[in-house]
């Protein structure tokens, strides 16, 4: 009930085009829902964050859509740029109380120019 | 203002050493949570601590223990290692507050049992 399932694990995209990450989660307690980028021998950066109450969200080039009926979330990159190469991750937790993140597997991603 | 701070960066542990890590918090954070990052398991959290109290717990063995100072400060530590606890530890900080749950995490202090 606290795993959040995150495909594909990689993904190449052309410099330009739309990158698409996909998030299922089971326990519908979660009601926080960010999205994390690492680069190689960095720590996780936050992102982008979604509420259950909102269907999507956009900041700039990044936007969450999210459908509660089905418990998945995703994230898409408009107009891919290579030094969006990375590894996303979702995760899931709680907006109140303890602050325990359930993460993704992780999704590497490369852009090729 | 300035980031979460990990030390040390690096750590060359032996088979039944302990080890302790720390993490600074942003400053104003009150949480600090830490989780152990894999290539197989992923990132999988082990603990939060908030305001010097341990506040939720992982599914970790008991070798693997926290604390938090007055100053938000955490440290982890980990005994009796084992070549399976070779990982990238990461804490995360927040404020901890009701409805603001955005963490930031460090760099990561990456260790390695031999």
């Known amino acids: 009930q606290q795993q959040v399932k995150q495909s594909p694990q990689s993904l190449i995209v052309q410099k330009g085009g739309i990158s698409i990450i996909n998030c299922a989660y089971e326990?519908?307690?979660?009601?926080?829902f960010p999205w994390y980028q690492q680069f190689p021998g960095k720590g996780p950066a936050l992102l982008i964050a979604?509420?259950?109450?909102?269907s999507e969200k956009k900041e700039g080039r990044f936007t969450i859509s999210f459908n509660k009926s089905a418990k998945q979330f995703s994230l898409h990159i408009m107009d891919s740029q290579p030094g969006d190469s990375a590894t996303y991750f979702c995760a899931a937790g709680h907006r109140q109380g303890a602050q325990k993140l359930v993460f993704g597997q992780g999704t590497r991603l490369t852009i090729n120019p | 203002k300035a980031g979460v701070t990990q030390t040390p960066r690096y750590l060359i542990k032996t088979r039944g050493q302990q080890v302790t890590l720390s993490c600074s918090p942003i400053s104003g954070h009150r949480s600090v949570s830490w989780y152990q990052q894999t290539p197989g398991q992923g990132l999988q959290f082990l603990f939060e601590y908030f305001s010097e109290t341990q506040r939720n717990k992982g599914n970790f063995p008991g070798r693997f223990s926290g604390r938090q100072f007055s100053n938000s400060r955490s440290e982890m530590n980990v005994s009796t290692l084992e070549l399976g606890d070779s990982a990238l530890y990461l804490c995360?900080?927040?404020?901890?507050?009701?409805?603001?749950?955005?963490?930031?995490f460090g760099q990561g202090t990456r260790l390695t049992v031999v």
């Open positions: 979604i509420r259950p109450d909102v």
């Open positions: 995360a900080s927040s404020t901890g507050g009701q409805g603001s749950p955005e963490a930031f």
């Open positions: 326990n519908t307690a979660f009601d926080y």
